[in-house]
């Protein structure tokens, strides 16, 4: 176990450390130049994509979440409507899935039960136009029952909180949205360059590693907390709920998230000067509506932490909250590095809080029976 752990004091924390090399083989061989290469997706892919007509997402928990980001990509980039839910209430559900649906299972380990359940239904009425598993064990049912197939390449991952397999699901639901993106005609010059900077993923989670310190520092102030709070806006809200759920699985610090325009509908009246509201600002064209939505929290006496891009200027109280810069890259990449420095806060103050970091009570890693 200590040999396997390396240098590192717990699996989650060598696991977070692996993710630039996890996220650089996700894309190893798959991009040339500025290009996804064919058949990454496997030889029948191409003829099978090019019929997609809208897409449904289905998984579990952290994998759920990585569904939610690609939901923005493949409906901004590919023009492609996509439907994202949890398997258990998929399975159940009366659902409408019409000609041409793409269904798309994201698992780590390809068990669990209500995404293969989700899965089979499906196939047995033959709903689907095709199936693929994004999925990072090669042997699992899911990759076997599936039609196309897109392995993570995380490694294995041993830490029950999900962080490394995260990332590299980001990584390959990016090159789904991309390719889906460029079969139904994104301009050339806008694939190029988007592709372009999937390729900077690997490097910009590796400087986003760098705010450990700072982040580790920053855990100290939320030990003695209940609760907390986790905003963000578009792709960057399911940033916040991956990060409300990581709190909540490891430090067992009651967590929520909300998209930021949804405060004053609610979560709002809970903010006090004990409410740590944690929030998420890349410079996009949502950032001025962002700061409107903190100013918010602010004036109501919320300890506010905002981890912004380089050249985001957002205003706080010095001594009722902080502000960490990161680089987040590009609108595409930013949501997976905003995802770094969350991660490594939810460690921090898991650590601190002395639980057990990789084997949260009550927990398992994979939830192979109903
Ligand atoms: C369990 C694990 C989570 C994981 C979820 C879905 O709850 O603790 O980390 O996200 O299952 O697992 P899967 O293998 O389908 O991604």
Redesign the pocket.
Known sequence: DAVERGEYRHYMLKEIHEQPEAVARTLEGRIAGSRILPNVFGVAAEALLAQVRQVHIV?????YHAGLVARYWIEALAGLPCAVEVASEYRYRETVVPPGTLFVAV??????AD?LAALRSGRAGARYLGALAVCNVPESSLVRESDLVLMTRAGPEIG???TK?FTTQLAALALLALELARINGIADERYQALVGELATLPRMVAEALKLEPAIAALAERFVDKQHALFLGRGASYPIAVEAALKLKEISYIHAEAYPAGELKHGPLALVDEHMPVIAVAPNNQLLEKLKSNLEEVRARGGELFVIADTDVDVKLDPNRGALLRIDAGHNLVSPAVFNIPLQLLAYHVAVLKGTDVDQPRN?????TVE
């Open positions: 998984a579990c928990g952290t994998s698992s780590q380990s390809g068990e669990t995404t029950v909180a999900s397999a927990l398992a890693k994979s939830v």
